[in-house]
């Protein structure tokens, strides 16, 4: 994310407007004892995994979703929640999520792998 922040300033280091970003971080978890073999074949071991995690307690969508927005508020205001997919096939999907944004200004002017030009800092593009 950050070196996504870093892309959005133009090729004079301007900065082109109000940037956001979105992640998203879906889950799948097995709610049925049948399961069909099409869909299973190629994300078993992850969805058996992930699954197993959060019933161990060792990981938590809410856990996730606070260490990410952790992270990224540092580059400006964030928000996060939870989106319920639903259940098909036996599999249930969330699609835990943070928005990063807007990128104040301040943000670029303070990103130690950019060398701003100081006459050049805060300054947007139109």
């Known amino acids: 994310m950050f070196r996504d922040v870093e892309k959005s300033l133009t090729w004079h280091y301007m900065i082109m407007g109000e940037v956001f970003s979105v992640v998203l971080l879906p889950n799948l978890r097995i709610v049925s004892n049948r399961l069909p073999y099409q869909i ?18 060792q990981v938590s969508d809410e856990a996730t979703v606070q260490e990410v927005s952790r992270h990224l508020s540092r580059l400006g205001p964030v928000r996060d929640g939870l989106i319920d997919a639903g259940t098909e096939s036996g599999v249930r999907v969330t699609v835990p999520y943070v928005i990063l944004g807007s990128v104040p200004v301040e943000t670029y002017e303070n990103l130690p792998s950019l060398k701003l030009v100081p006459r050049q800092r805060g300054q947007r593009g139109k």
Do not use: A, C, P, W
């Open 40 to 57: 299973m074949r190629k994300i078993e071991g992850k969805v058996s995994f992930d699954d197993f995690m959060r019933r161990s307690g």
